[in-house]
T-cell receptor, first 114, second 111 residues
Framework: NAGVTQTPKFQVLKTGQSMTLQCAQD?????MYWYRQDPGMGLRLIYY???????DKGEVPNGYNVSRLNKREFSLRLESAAPSQTSVYFC?????????????FGQGTRLTVV | RKEVEQDPGPFNVPEGATVAFNCTYS??????FFWYRQDCRKEPKLLMS???SGNEDGRFTAQLNRASQYISLLIRDSKLSDSATYLC????????????FGAGTRLFVKA
């Protein structure tokens, strides 16, 4: 019963490097999300995908790209990492309709850009 | 204006106290409402859903006022283990379903 799985759990990048954060869910959820959380701050939505094949910008999309590869997987890419992108990144998923639309989270990726 | 706003906190309360968290949301088309709990350096986890009729789970009571676009969480008889950040959460389906989190309110319960 894996739920939402994120990889990697930790990453250190140099400024300008690129990387992709992976996320997969096994709950047959329609919607998937990427959030970032800076120290002492709340969750801010980067991008979301309401269904397979669709993606939309959230509150803080600049510097990121996403791919909804299939229903299970939603990846987040940093093309040229900047120190301002140092944060904890959470992937989440949920159903979009019905009674149970609460979001379930992965354990987070702690990213440091130096 | 942020889509979901919460009391900034932190709240520092003694064990046994009753504490109330408030939250407002800006979009009247918001569909579902939740309270999440987040422990330090951990992922958020669902605490409880919030229904128009109000709902209770042990020491926790959540209420929703759609007319005022207001959500509350009441914790009675606070325990040390209640120390965490409490996040107000709203879902929207406006051209795509999404889940919006408030910034959270930090609670410290002290012996």
């Amino acid at each position: 019963n894996a739920g939402v799985t994120q990889t990697p759990k930790f990453q250190v990048l140099k400024t300008g490097q690129s990387m992709t954060l992976q996320c997969a869910q096994d709950m047959n959820h329609n919607s998937m999300y990427w959030y970032r959380q800076d120290p002492g701050m709340g969750l801010r939505l980067i991008y979301y995908s309401a269904s397979e094949g669709t993606t939309d910008k959230g509150e803080v999309p600049n510097g990121y790209n996403v791919s909804r590869l299939n229903k299970r997987e939603f990846s987040l890419r940093l093309e040229s990492a900047a120190p301002s992108q140092t944060s904890v990144y959470f992937c989440a998923s949920s159903f979009a309709t019905g009674q149970n639309t609460e979001a379930f989270f992965g354990q987070g990726t702690r990213l440091t850009v130096v | 204006r942020k889509e979901v706003e919460q009391d900034p906190g932190p709240f520092n309360v003694p064990e046994g106290a009753t504490v109330a968290f408030n939250c407002t949301y800006s979009n009247s088309a918001s569909q579902s409402f939740f309270w999440y709990r987040q422990d330090c350096r951990k992922e958020p986890k669902l605490l409880m859903s919030v229904y128009s009729s109000g709902n209770e789970d042990g020491r926790f009571t959540a209420q929703l006022n759609r007319a005022s676009q207001y959500i509350s969480l009441l914790i009675r008889d606070s325990k040390l283990s209640d120390s965490a950040t409490y996040l107000c959460v709203v879902t929207l389906n406006t051209g795509g379903f999404k889940t919006i989190f408030g910034a959270g309110t930090r609670l410290f319960v002290k012996a």
